[in-house]
């Protein structure tokens, strides 16, 4: 018996039943031979954190463009925060960490550059729109390991796919509707959790809000400081999970987050002082999209290819989307904003 097949035995023996055992996995897109030191989650959570995807996330806004200030939040900690939470309600209800952990790193892959704002210009410009979601599955199906993708596991495919919950509810009541898992039913939760606090975090921070601005019912239900909040949510989860069996949440504890996440958006993301520098940031998304969509051949010479791989819009939808801030802003300039002239020597 090797490492493997002594973890995944270790899993049959602790975990609930509810869990997704690595064994009883449903398999990946390619056949492959099993690692055996790695159970199949493991393995994928491996293969999502050294991939390139994963490395640019650090260089992608999650509220805050280019922030000055070094403790603004970016889409990669938003995703170790979405990790850290996720894997603590996963813990306590002895589900499979791994598979967790690998949902949550995966999650937010095909986040375009600028936030949301990236994300609203694709959605309209592109044929058949855009959704971060689906794209972060393309790109671990796809687009990474220059076109082979990183063939992971289905439940973990699944959670990525399905870890978006737009402005609906927290808890997915609907069976219809439910990812395959469990796990990914708590990465869901952890997303909004992690994102509703630490969005409050740096609006604070930013002068945008004070503390003192967030609804009253909502500080005594959950506290004044950033820790109090997060910790009364994921404990309303895990006892509410554990008392009924299936993922649930205290009613109460469910309300403020809505309330809360009304409130981001109308005091923080929308607000015109955050909002205006995005839709600057809007113009250079949809400059780039249509430059290179009419002109073939210098979205091929920029991006050292030979041809197309797939029809060009979504080739170039692919490019844009995958880009960061940073790599958007300089191109931009480097391709629509006039050079000094150099005077020879």
Known sequence: MNIRETLEDREEKNLSPYAQKSRCSRGRLREEAPCDIRPAFQHDRDRIVHCKAFRRLKHKTQVFLFPTDDHYRTRLTHTLEVSQIARTIGKSLLLNEDLVEAIALGHDLGHTPFGHAGEAVLNRL???????????????????????????????????????????????????????????????????????????????RGGVIALDDLPDNCRRSLGDTHSARIDRMVR??????????????????????????????????????????????????????????????????????????????????????????????????????????????
């Open 236 to 345: 309303s989860v895990i006892g509410e999970t554990l008392k009924t069996g299936s993922m649930s949440i205290e009613r109460e504890i469910e309300e403020c987050i809505v309330a809360l996440r009304d409130f981001l958006y109308e005091r923080v993301y929308n607000n015109p002082v955050v909002h205006e520098e995005f839709d600057k940031c809007s113009r250079i998304i949809e400059d780039l999209y249509r430059y290179f969509l009419e002109r073939p051949g210098a979205f091929l010479e920029e991006t050292a290819s030979r041809s197309f791989y797939a029809p060009p819009a979504t080739c170039v939808c692919d490019y844009v989307a995958g880009m960061t801030d940073r790599y958007a802003f300089n191109l931009f300039e480097r391709i629509f904003l006039p050079m000094p002239w150099k005077i020879p020597v």
């Open 126 to 204: 592109h044929p058949g729109g855009f959704r971060h979601n689906e794209q972060s599955l393309r790109v671990v199906d796809i687009l990474e390991r220059d076109g082979q993708g990183l063939n992971l596991t289905l439940e973990v495919r699944d959670g990525i796919l399905r870890h978006s919950k737009g402005r609906g509810r927290i808890i997915i009541r609907e069976e219809a509707d439910k990812p395959l898992t469990r796990e990914a039913e708590v990465v869901r939760v952890a997303d909004v959790i992690a994102y509703i606090n630490h969005d409050i975090d740096d609006a604070v």
